[in-house]
């Protein structure tokens, strides 16, 4: 069977229609390796920030039971070597956003004023479960 001239050319390239679809596959694989991108780099920023929360509540639980009082600040605990630095938070990027609670007045002593029994993220939002980060 001998081919024409006409019969060459229409099976030299793709038509408009294979180069669209293949288009079209590409971007919506392209649209789900970006989201999932986007989700584990907001996992890996939440597991920082829940790991260094549990640091920090440890060390003021620490200078809690060596000293018998809570700092009056988180510079406290790098001052007294509970801590090396302060973390950045993941999702402020900054070491001073961190939100602090102060520890109820001790009745037994009033003059000692009281110092953070707790610390909070500073970041708004909400994690992918849908908590906020400041409640964790």
């Known amino acids: 069977m001998e081919r024409t ?3 060459w050319r229409r099976h030299d390239g793709f038509t408009l229609i294979e180069l669209m679809v293949v288009m079209a596959i590409i971007v919506i694989l392209a ?4 989201a999932t991108y986007t989700n584990s780099i ?5 597991a920082v920030l829940k790991e260094d929360l549990f640091r920090l509540r440890d060390a ?3 200078f809690h039971a060596d000293k018998g009082k809570y700092p009056s600040g988180l ?11 302060l973390p950045v938070d993941p999702f ?17 002593n ?5 110092g953070v029994s707790n610390v909070k ?16």
């Open 5 to 7: 001239a006409a019969t």
């Open 75 to 85: 510079d406290e605990l790098v001052q007294e070597k509970y801590l090396r630095a």
């Open 110 to 114: 009033p003059a000692d004023s009281p």
């Open 121 to 136: 993220s500073g970041a708004q939002g909400a994690s992918i479960d849908g908590t906020k980060y400041a409640e964790w």
């Open 60 to 62: 003021l639980d620490q």
């Open 31 to 34: 649209g789900i390796g970006l």
């Open 42 to 46: 907001t996992r890996s920023k939440e």
């Open 92 to 108: 402020t990027q900054s070491s001073d956003s961190w939100q602090t609670e102060m520890s109820e007045p001790d009745a037994s």
